[in-house]
């Protein structure tokens, strides 16, 4: 993958933590610039790729959409995580979760994949 392509955004922001590996679907991460450059604000990406192995995977009855490469969650609060999910939506993004843990919250976006459901929106 050329990371050049997806100049506000580094690969190693989406490396499985469990096995080091990174393999992000390019027509996610295309969706995800053409929304970061829409926002006009740094994201935090709290989780992108995660292999199969990863313990939080392996937790899950059938491996998830971060094994496929095309999603990832991230770091957002208040008037900020409307902005972003409404631009998301409106871009393409056709699966999205929202969590919110104590004064914290994350956004899942993605375009699914495999046998996912399509579109999807839940919280955690």
Known sequence: MNWDLYPNFSEEEFTCSHTGLCQMDEEFMILLQTIRAEYGKPMVITSGY??????????KSKPGEHTLGTCADIAVQGADAVKLLGIAIALGATRVGVQQKGSGRFLHLGIGGGSLSNPWMWSY
């Open 50 to 59: 995660r292999h199969k192995t990863h313990p939080i995977e392996l937790r």
